[in-house]
């Protein structure tokens, strides 16, 4: 059986144990001050005994793509070395750190974030296709604004290299491996999708090929460049399968489709792949959960979610559509277990299981008869617990309520952390009592000297 204190190798770089951190918003930037943010936002998740830490999308060009405020870039090669510092503060822990590499396409600011729009009001969305009938509905409406460039095919290929570079630039800094961004209504899962992928180039799918061939012929170019720009340096990917589309949706990537791209992926040489279901747009099916009344209902933050959506009215039917979303989705815990299970069975790489999880309990199960998966990871449970691994690893279960009120502020800039009271007041309790100080044994975590 194996155990979450048991190591794994990834791409031939070995990880000190099965949890990781996944991806998240840092909210940190591009600029000076960034690689401070990153460090004191990653290191107490490294202190605590995580073995892998995930840092979060961070976009490959030097304009446009960034789905959210405040977004890191890494296309600049001396800021990228900058980031130096986070790297050394992970290892000084004994952690590994991957960086993720993004593009939000069409998922971009520009799309759906008023303020932003009216700063760069000629910035234009990296297109897969011409959009799908469904987003230009929303456009003519107005609640959208759709200014979309298709990309070429000789542009798609400088879009790889360009993820290539970047890898090596992190390579250079000190990351361990490289994380794509392939879901979540970026830009690698519209090239992976039906719903957006209509190309008739070597990027799409061609009359006899399945769906998603042309983006595994994208993620095939990425992988290419990154092997020529940063070496073998371990590459993970996210496979999406589409399964929780809304009902209008008609082509969208099947549980089948998702396990198929999985099988090519290994193929092509991917080091671990991550399996997630998700929808055809960026919608409530990425942080399933309560509705977070908190949250939207904060009176700090209601003339800037105007700012965001264009309006109160605006901002108030976004609202209206996130809470009806929050009923629409399973949130049991590790949603993506099945997908995984069926990748596992399929692929010689690790798979990596996220999706809901907060206790010993799922991880031990996921990781040993269950064999869902290799890895286990958790991203909102570290905004409220940042050195939470101390505890996970030791057998006690996060404190997270999975209530969103982290999450909806992050679309008007805000930093990722908790902010529900009842969680805050228990973490500081357990702080006070020495919970988080990590012990050094052996390996298993509970004997041993205490570090300070």
């Excluded at 605006?314 to 990748?343: I, K, T």
């Excluded at 991880?363 to 269950?370: H, I, M, N, T, V």
């Amino acid at each position: 059986m194996t155990d979450l204190t048991d190591p794994v190798s990834i791409g031939g770089v070995e990880v000190p144990n099965r949890l990781y951190r996944a991806p998240v918003l840092e909210c940190a930037g591009t600029d000076e001050r960034t690689a401070d943010i990153l460090a004191d936002e990653l290191e107490p998740t490294a202190e605590s005994g995580v073995g892998l830490v995930f840092q979060g999308a961070s976009i490959v060009t030097p304009e446009g793509g960034c789905a959210a405020p405040n977004m890191t870039r890494v296309h600049d090669p001396a800021f990228v070395a900058g980031l130096e510092r986070v790297t050394e503060a992970i290892h000084a822990h004994e952690g590994k750190v991957f960086v993720q590499l993004a593009h939000g396409g069409l998922r971009s600011m520009s799309t759906w974030h008023a303020e932003y729009r009216q700063r760069n009001p000629e910035e234009r969305q990296l297109a897969v296709s011409r959009p799908p009938w469904q987003l230009r509905a929303l456009d003519r409406a107005g609640l959208v604004s759709l200014s979309p460039r298709v990309l070429s095919t000789d542009e798609v290929y400088d879009l790889a290299e360009q993820f290539g570079r970047c890898a090596g630039y992190a390579v250079d800094a000190g990351y361990d491996g490289i994380h794509l961004s392939a879901a979540n209504m970026s830009l690698i899962q519209q090239f992976l999708s039906p719903f957006y992928n209509r190309r008739d180039d070597e990027f799409g799918d061609g009359p006899s090929d399945p769906p998603g061939s042309g983006g595994v012929r994208f993620l095939e170019a990425i992988h290419d460049a990154i092997r020529e720009y940063a070496g073998d340096v371990p590459l993970v990917t996210k496979v999406p399968a589409e399964t929780v589309a809304p009902g209008f949706v008609r082509r969208h990537l099947s549980f089948a489709d998702g396990v198929r791209i999985a099988a090519r992926l290994d193929e092509v040489g991917y080091d671990a792949l991550v399996p997630v279901e998700v929808s055809t747009f960026w919608d409530m099916s990425i942080v399933r959960g309560a509705f977070p009344d908190r949250a939207w209902a904060a009176s700090d933050l209601q003339s800037a979610y105007a700012a965001v959506f264009g309006g109160r009215l605006r901002a108030r039917a976004v609202e209206l559509l996130n809470r009806l979303q929050a009923r629409r989705f399973d949130h049991e815990p590790g949603w993506n277990a099945d997908f995984c299970r069926a990748v596992r069975n399929r692929v010689d790489v690790p798979v990596l299981l996220e999706g809901g999880l907060k206790t010993r309990a799922h991880c031990d199960r996921y990781l040993g008869e269950d064999g869902a998966a290799n890895l286990v990871g958790m991203a909102r449970p570290f905004y409220a617990e940042p050195r939470l691994g101390t505890r996970l690893l030791t057998g006690h279960d996060a404190l997270c309520e999975r209530c969103n009120n982290c999450t909806i502020p992050q679309v008007a800039g805000k930093p990722g952390r908790c902010r529900t009271p009842s969680v805050v007041r228990a973490r500081g309790r357990l702080e006070a009592e020495g919970a988080y100080e990590r012990n050094i044994s052996d390996g298993d975590g509970t004997d041993g000297e205490r570090r300070e």
